[in-house]
Nanobody
Framework: VQLVESGGGLVQAGGSLRLSCAPSGLIFDDYVIGWFRQAPGKDREGVSC????????YYDASVKGRFTISSDASKETVYLEMNTLESEDTAVYYC????????????????????????WGQGTQVTVSS
């Protein structure tokens, strides 16, 4: 299984970036796809996720209203549109794939990979300059 990430980079505060995650080697609709991020000196935190089978989404409070996650089943790709970026968004963003359908949502939140059929991507750097 591979999670191919793209779209990171350097942007000024207030700008936008779009991250993409294209998993291969897994059944797309069987998975929740999302992003964690890790800033220097901080723990990894769940940013956003989407359940491919039913479209359920989750956003961390810090990004709600600024980030939008979407899933294109025809391309088997998940996108994270990041708008109004802030310096606090600077981090390495990791795509994750969680097996199952009840692992992303307002009630259950978004926990990191923990089972054999869960996967991490290699990470992509997002740097927001102020």
């Amino acid at each position: 299984v591979q999670l191919v990430e793209s779209g990171g980079g350097l942007v000024q505060a207030g700008g936008s970036l779009r991250l993409s995650c294209a998993p291969s080697g897994l059944i797309f609709d069987d998975y929740v796809i999302g992003w964690f991020r890790q800033a220097p000196g901080k723990d990894r935190e769940g940013v956003s996720c989407i359940t491919n089978s039913d479209g359920t989404t989750y956003y961390d409070a810090s990004v709600k209203g600024r980030f939008t996650i979407s899933s294109d089943a025809s391309k088997e790709t998940v996108y994270l549109e990041m708008n109004t970026l802030e310096s606090e968004d600077t981090a390495v963003y990791y795509c994750v794939a969680l097996w199952g359908s009840r692992r992303c949502g307002k009630r259950m939140g978004f926990l990191p990979p923990r089972y054999e059929r869960d996967y991490w991507g290699q990470g992509t750097q997002v740097t927001v300059s102020s």
